[in-house]
């Protein structure tokens, strides 16, 4: 089973467009991690956040967690075309590395 | 560096028939996780391998699938007597020691007919 739940499924955006999206998640958890994932094969670790943290930076990203509610979000600012991709949240509730990932946020940027 | 590999990238195989899909993570990395990823269920977790103690086999939908790990390296999983609801992406990841962040190879997509 999935422990989060992402929003929205979808999401078109122009580029130079903020893009933003959000995570629920079930559990206590360890840390949270954003993936990104290009034409359905490997993904790619964008972002962890650890519980202790609210805000973490990587250039054009922003993740914030916010433990109270289970959830974070993910800003890309200043969106490229080549950002199209799916996004997807990743929590480690035990803190071994089992991540349990939401369902994704497919992300279009058109030029 | 040399990243994540996963063969063969893709496979197309008859229900019923076995089926071995290889991982080889990044070198000196001691953690090695297995995903699997369907239209239906999203991401799952599968397996989960850490140095030489023994796995973590909790994510194995049924005992049809196993795996393993040789010589803390390359690791196979093997699916026995396919069905059709094994059709999925599997993909593999590695961390190295003491580290959270996985680097997940591309992936092997299964189609069972």
């Known amino acids: 089973s999935q422990q989060g739940e992402e929003d929205p499924q979808a999401l078109s955006i122009q580029e130079g467009e903020n893009a933003t999206m959000n995570c629920s998640y079930k559990t206590s958890i360890n840390n949270l991690q954003w993936y990104r994932q290009n034409s359905g094969r490997g993904l790619v670790h964008l972002i962890l956040i650890r519980s202790n943290e609210r805000e973490k930076h990587s250039g054009r990203l922003r993740v914030t967690l916010d433990t109270s509610k289970k959830s974070s979000s993910l800003l890309i600012t200043a969106s490229r075309a080549a950002d199209t991709a799916s996004y997807f949240c990743?929590?480690?509730?035990w803190g071994w590395g089992k991540l349990q990932f939401g369902a994704g946020t497919q992300v279009v940027v058109t030029p | 560096g040399a990243g994540v590999s996963q063969s063969p990238s893709n496979k197309v195989t008859e229900k019923g028939k076995d089926v071995e899909l290889r991982c080889d993570p990044i070198s000196g990395h001691t953690a090695l996780y297995w995903y699997r990823q369907s239209l239906g269920q999203g991401l799952e977790f599968l397996i989960y391998?850490?140095?030489?103690?023994?796995?973590?086999k909790s994510g194995l939908p049924s005992d049809r699938f196993s795996a393993e790990r040789t010589g803390g390296s390359v690791s196979t999983l093997t699916i026995q007597r396919t069905q059709q609801e094994d059709s999925a992406v599997y993909l593999c990841a590695s961390s190295a020691p003491a580290a959270d962040t996985q680097y997940f190879g591309p992936g092997t997509r299964l189609t069972v007919l």
């Open positions: 990743a929590t480690d509730p």
């Open positions: 391998f850490q140095g030489n103690s023994a796995p973590d």
